[in-house]
Structures are given as structure tokens and as C-alpha cells.
């Protein structure tokens, strides 16, 4: 089992960064793939990044394709959201998950949510 924590959220002008991280507990983390999600005010949860548990292999939406980095550190069991060129549309809430082994895309895929992190983009 692995527990989440995120934290490194905040106001930020359009065009500015931030670097989420995703602390994990337990010694588990260096063997599950890890996501991020992010879910804005009346809107589904979405899909942003993820990680294989190696990080040699990376996933983008879309969306943030070229703006957005994610990485990992398992000898200090956590994982970053590197967000540059930020944009109104990327404020929401923003999680971090375990994946467990199924699709890297879907909310399904994923196990031991992190309980959010708030990002905020003003215009």
C-alpha cells in the first residue's frame, strides 16, 4: 500500500511554472507506475501525465503536451509535476495516483489517491 501526499500548488500568473510533488510512504513506491490527475470546478477529472515505475517511460494529454514534465525520484520516494507556460485553463485540483498495471489514461487504472493539490492560473 502507498500513501500520497501532494503538495507545491499556488497562484500563478498565465505563463508562469510550478513543480508539483507527490510524497509516497511505504516502500513500495519504485514499483507502481504513477499519474497525475486534475479535476476543475464542474468539470470530470482528466488525465495530465504518468510515469512507468522505471521512468524511462512517459504519457501526456494532449493538453499539456511540451508545457508539462513529469519525473520521478525513487530513492526519495517522489514524483514531480514540472508545469511551465501555464495556462487559465490548467487551474483545478490536481492528484496523484498509483497505477495498477491496467490503462495509464483512466481514473480505472489507478489505485492509493493523493488527496489534491490546488493550482490556480490567473489571466
Known amino acids: 500500500q502507498v500513501q500520497l501526499v501532494e503538495s507545491g500548488g499556488g497562484l500563478v500568473q498565465a505563463g508562469g511554472s510550478l513543480r508539483l510533488s507527490c510524497a509516497a510512504s511505504?516502500?513500495?513506491?519504485?514499483?507502481?507506475?504513477m499519474g497525475w490527475f486534475r479535476q476543475a470546478p464542474g468539470k470530470e477529472r482528466e488525465f495530465v501525465a504518468a510515469?512507468?515505475?522505471?521512468?524511462?517511460?512517459?504519457y501526456y494529454a494532449d493538453s499539456v503536451k511540451g508545457r508539462f514534465t513529469i519525473s520521478r525520484d525513487n530513492a526519495k520516494n517522489t514524483l514531480y509535476l514540472q508545469m511551465n507556460s501555464l495556462k487559465p485553463e490548467d487551474t483545478a485540483v490536481y492528484r496523484c495516483?498509483?497505477?495498477?498495471?491496467?490503462?495509464?489514461?483512466?481514473?480505472?487504472?489507478?489505485?492509493?489517491w493523493g488527496q489534491g493539490t490546488q493550482v490556480t492560473v490567473s489571466s
Open positions: 495516483a498509483a497505477n495498477l498495471g491496467s490503462s495509464w489514461r483512466r481514473e480505472s487504472g489507478y489505485g492509493y
Open positions: 511505504g516502500r513500495t513506491f519504485s514499483s507502481y507506475g
Open positions: 510515469i512507468s515505475w522505471s521512468g524511462a517511460t512517459t
